[in-house]
């Protein structure tokens, strides 16, 4: 983008500002103001204050100094952030790879009963997550649930164990139902992307003798490489944003002992108070405000230095 | 379609404006948690108050109860919460007296029928100022199956010694599961558990009081040793009780998979509907026989009045009402569990209510642990013991521990006064 165009310089074209756009922008822009991006400010100029002696008082950065600074609020921050990153880490090591795998399969053109399977898939996607985790919730009951049962079917019912109520187990069982849920979207997104890989270039690869495996490792994968990223930074944006589905599963304290406790859970809390816990809407705003630029380190590390250096393709 | 839709528009608009324009005089709102109750105020308690004050309506307008705190809160900064305002216990409502959403009652007819232990939900830290009429508490004990103790030959448990032995028949009989009780959700551990077996340890209020005034702390001996007593719960829990929720152990109980529920009353009407079977109920066993007793007899609900309501008069008539043993009267007997905080006692026909309240004139009655001011701070020390008694339960923490963890919670922001 060096050289300029031939004509531009010498005899700039004027050209009529068009008003038009400006106008039919503008009733979009004003909503997206007024729901989006003025509580968005709001929130984060609400974490600069607290309330002394009934008084609401300019405190500076003193809530975020209270937050990893008192021993308390720390503890229950970095437990929270790292459970968060756990349950992140499953979803990209579980669900997307099992999303690409499934799309992988439903691209085999002699796949009978794809369109079935498809819509199997994808439909936990659309339950609401009030359904996800009280289905799941019965599905693993000790007491009611298929699942003992299923496993005394096999003989294996000593596999058993009250996954949900159990301190090193709770997070991934929640996190692999949430894999469940979602696992249709990578699917959908990756079979999209690889419908779109011309014929050509398979058939040049086939006549190279590039077939199978290999075929799929050196030519298609480098051209989903973009959806996979684009599938990255959407579970990393919406795990991180989570709070539903451990609310609806495990409670508000996300319990046991605080082992589902994402930041979610965290800033509900902390925000709406709970049970004889008052909100404190001051620490939730900047428990709220961490959690923004959390995800706003995450989504510019992956916009500004991943995503320029995946090649892309054009046919 | 849309003709049809205009016309109900209509119609629904025209059906409001005709009820409010019959309401010529006072019509009183009552904001609520309750919906269960929504029965049986429209049926049994609006209606006897009406036919004794005409010119005074009632409406009752209940909200979930999960969502209550926050809407009113909104609905009273805007200005639209109704005149009548039903009190969750301590703090929660006296944040809306000190924020001025609450009117002052003490001098209110008929707050002298109640005791300063009843009123204590709802008065001021100094005592002078009380804002809510107590309306009714609920009791903690044990709710069992007769059936399944006459069958195996069991009396009724009244020191803990006794009690564990009888754990130990049922648990080797096999056909039911000693206990019904789960720590998935944690707070049937802390509040049927602890809270249900704590007080004949550390001696109800004389404890309560001592922990708040500070001459106690939470790793003294009478405060560990229900966390002790918890810990050998656990053997005797249904299969799974990690992952067993609350309505999973109504469920088993009910259905007479399980003998003994550690309830709390407000269980009654629910049980009496759904189990097949006889029950009964005992308190909270001693130690050794001959000591003293005490009950968690927990001060639940109560009812204030809006500051700026518009018709303060007629709701003050209304809540003169609510503390008159009259309205104790219908209340405890439609809502069997709920017992009224009325000095006058009432009479109840249920029987598993009447064996709950008979406790409180052989034990002495005390108000859940961590309630009274001591969840004021961060961390909150009621949602801690929540998670410390599931701990201990699991075994995934000693008593010990789980005591001292709550101690330092508390004595991160907790002064006691000197």
Redesign the interface.
Known sequence: MTSLDETGPSTPLKRPIRWHILIFLFPALLVYTAVMILPLFQTLWLSLFNVVDDQTVFVGLGNFKTLFGD???AADFWNALKNNFIFFVIHMLVQNPIGIALAAMLSIPKLRLAAFYRTAIFLPTLLSFVIVGFIW?LI?????GVA?WMLGLVGAKSL????????HSALITVSLISVWQYVGIPMMLIYAALLNIPEEVIEAAECDGVTGWSQFWKIKLPLILPAIGIISILTFVGNFNAFDLVYTVQ?A?A????STDILGTLLYRTF?????????RSMGATIATVMFLIILAGVSLYLFIIQRRIRRYQF | MTRTIVKALLLTTSTFAAVSAAHADATLTIESWRNDDLAIWQEKLIPAFEAKNPGIKVTFAPTAPTEYNAALNAKLDAGSAGDLITCRPFDASLELYNKGHLADLSGLPGMENFSPVAKSAWTTDDGKATFCVPMASVIHGFIYNKDAFEKLGIAVPTTEEEFFAALDKIKADGTYIPMAMGTKDLWEAATMGYQNIGPNYWKGEDGRLALIKGEQKLTDEAWVAPYKTLAKWKDYLGDGYQAQTYPDSQNLFTLGRAAIYPAGSWEISGFNAQAQFKMGAFPPPVQKAGDDCYISDHNDIGIGLNAKSANAEAAKTFLSWVASPEFAEIYANALPGFFSLNSTPVKMTDPLAQEFVSWRGKCKSTIRSTYQILSRGKPNLENETWAASANVINGTSTPEDAAKKLQEGLDSWYKPAK
């Not at chain 1, 709406?272 to 404190?280: E, M, R």
Request: no cysteine.
């Open positions: 021993q308390r609020w919730k693993l009951s000790p007491i009611w003992p058993f164990a009250p996954w949900l109520g159990l301190p409670g304290l319990g046991p002992d605080g709406f108070g709970f049970q004889l816990q008052l909100g404190d």
